[in-house]
């Protein structure tokens, strides 16, 4: 916008009539471009509906085109197997969001907003952890989860998924509660508030939008996490969706249609949330490139 | 780091100090602080002290070896080494991709007249990054694999080379790892640059396009030197991405065929959790650590020209 519309209205330009249609031309190869490019870019996600919707013959015969009649089948057979992942995920997504949001929000909230003795000792205690990546916590973290006797239930996926997505999201809250302005504590104080008041019904609806950020981003990195989880998990009644998923795939690997339909179940929750939380979710990304 | 220090200056003034209960505030505090003790310091620490032990599996007592485990990755592990060299290639194919290729889609993407189709582009990307990795590698197993799309695509195209299983020839499973997510745009670092070009002065756009500086002479040289903070933290997340990453590893090529593809990620993944040798795997998760917090730190100087965007 500002390098076409400025420059086309600027009166220097002699021979206007050949720019601008010079510039549609422009304009109709990027947008050419740009949607080879998304096709490629999203063409494993094509393939694999493509492949869910195969019998096994059809497989055989034509792997990898779009073959009639398209079997449906292979949703209910996966679906069947794979709801119960899908729950164990939804809950251990839920604990974990709701316990580092209390976590961090009471965090930030005092290191935002009082002055305490260690206050910012505790506080770079915290944010130097980010400089902790999880390829040095990973064994060591396994073997407190097995001293715990975590290992095999949500508690090992919980407490690390806590204690990781604290830091980061106490970092952000900081800021914002550093934000809010202090005439609605002063006004607040003058009516007697406590604490827990000033907490609850000041602080946490001024920072709302950025805990929308932080929920959305942990959700998404929660939800398609395979690695630990295949390590914490081995029973079935508990594992999570993509550990699940990752099972499911060592069952089936004749059966493409099926799995092929798993994944793209798999897939299809985090897709609908994306499109009521879009504009948390680029404000997020922004802010996560921090992340380090 | 820097705006939070500005920040807390200027704010610091209108702080009052508490006239809350201390026991309170702490209260406010303990979970947070415990929790990070628990799970975050504490296996920090112990991934060092472990990585100097004989410790095999969990609950089986262990001695202090002092630095062998080291000592037996670094000196008497020639394969370690070359999976060392694996994940600088690997590496350092992430950086060239990442700096390139998402620089080069933000700026079609910029260059597009409204700001409708800009927000609806950036989007589409985006939603790239919500599908689980795990099937979309997954399902690059099956492009890659044999009589895979990309050798139905080499047959079409009539070039030699369309028998190959990518991912099961030692010759070609590395590069084939890299070429997993074809054509590699979407990501964070599409968002990175583009709120880079936007945050770009309108009036030095003007003053260069006066100038007649226009399409590629423009990108290269107006955009380009404008957006290297930009670069540089790109740099630093690929690298520190590909350090870290073992997901092909986990999931198509356990780090074969033979060797070809082992990184030390999947390494220590293969010695805590299938060989029974944690002592070991902390080791690699000493030197993976030490790596990494080289390049975070570089990237801590950086951090201020990554606030450009953040503003946006």
Do not use: C
């Amino acid at each position: 916008m500002v390098i076409s519309d400025t420059a086309a209205s600027r009166p220097l330009k002699v021979s206007t009539e050949v720019t601008r249609s010079h510039r549609i031309q422009l304009k109709w190869a990027l947008h050419l471009a740009l949607w080879v490019l998304a096709a490629l870019e999203f063409y494993p996600m094509i393939l694999a509906i493509i492949m869910s919707l195969k019998t096994n013959t059809q497989y055989y015969i034509h792997p990898f085109s779009l073959t009639f009649p398209l079997d449906f089948a292979n949703y209910s057979q996966s679906f069947a197997v794979i709801w119960h992942y899908m729950l164990n995920s939804v809950a251990v997504v839920s604990i974990s969001l709701a316990g580092t949001l209390i976590v961090s929000t009471l965090a930030g909230f005092v290191i935002g907003r009082y002055r305490f003795p260690g206050r910012d000792v505790l506080y770079y205690m915290l944010i130097a952890l980010m400089m902790v990546p999880g390829v040095l916590t990973m064994v060591p973290m396994f073997v407190l989860i097995s001293r715990f006797g975590m290992v095999d239930s949500w508690w090992g996926l919980v407490f690390p998924y806590v204690a990781g997505g604290e830091i980061f999201s106490i970092f952000l809250l900081r800021q914002f509660m550093m934000g809010i302005p202090q005439e609605l504590f002063d006004a607040a104080q003058a009516d007697g508030a406590s604490m827990w008041q000033e907490f609850w019904y000041i602080a946490l609806p001024a920072v709302r939008p950025i805990i929308g950020v932080i929920a959305v981003n942990h959700v998404v990195g929660w939800w398609n996490d395979l690695i630990w989880p295949s390590i914490v998990i081995s029973n079935p009644k508990w594992m999570t969706l993509m550990p699940g998923l990752y099972s499911f795939t060592g069952q089936n690997q004749t059966n493409v249609g099926p799995l092929m339909a798993g994944y793209v179940i798999g897939s299809v929750p985090l897709v609908l949330l994306f499109i009521f939380t879009s504009r948390l979710f680029v404000e997020g990304m922004n802010s996560g490139a921090f992340k380090l | 780091m820097a705006l939070t220090k500005t920040a807390s200056t200027t704010v610091k003034s209108k702080r009052r100090r508490s006239r809350q209960p201390l026991w309170l505030i702490y209260g406010f505090m303990f979970p947070a602080v415990a929790l990070a003790l628990i799970f975050d310091y504490y296996p920090a620490f112990s991934g060092l002290y472990l990585s100097m032990t004989n410790t095999l599996e969990v609950g089986i007592k262990a001695q202090w070896v002092g630095l062998a485990n080291y000592q037996s990755l670094f000196v008497n592990n020639p394969a370690f080494i070359d999976s060392i060299w694996h994940m600088a290639v690997l590496a350092g194919a992430a950086v060239i991709i990442g700096t390139t290729v998402p620089l080069i889609v933000a700026e079609m993407i910029f260059h597009l007249g409204s700001n409708r189709w800009r927000y609806a582009y950036r989007i589409v990307f985006l939603l790239k990054m919500l599908i689980p990795g795990m099937v979309i590698v997954e399902v690059w197993g099956y492009i890659l694999g044999v009589n895979g799309v990309l050798d139905q695509v080499v047959k079409f195209l009539g070039l030699p080379g369309g028998d190959i299983a990518w991912l099961v020839d030692q010759h070609t499973a590395l590069a084939a790892i890299v070429f997993i997510g074809f054509p590699w745009v979407a990501g964070i670092a599409i968002l990175i640059y583009y709120a880079g070009l936007a945050s770009i002065d309108p009036e030095i756009l003007d003053a260069a396009s006066v100038d007649g500086s226009q399409g590629i002479h423009r990108v290269l040289h107006v955009d380009v030197p404008l957006v290297t903070g930009q670069v540089k933290l790109i740099v630093i997340l690929s690298a520190i991405g590909g350090f870290q990453g073992y997901f092909a590893q986990f999931l198509l090529t356990q780090g074969g065929p033979g060797w070809s593809t082992q990184v030390p990620g999947y390494f220590m993944y293969l010695n805590a959790f299938k060989y029974g040798e944690m002592g070991l795997a902390s080791a690699i998760g000493v030197f993976l650590f030490v790596i990494i917090l080289a390049l975070t730190l570089i990237n801590m100087k950086f951090i201020r020209s990554s606030q450009d965007y953040q503003a946006q």
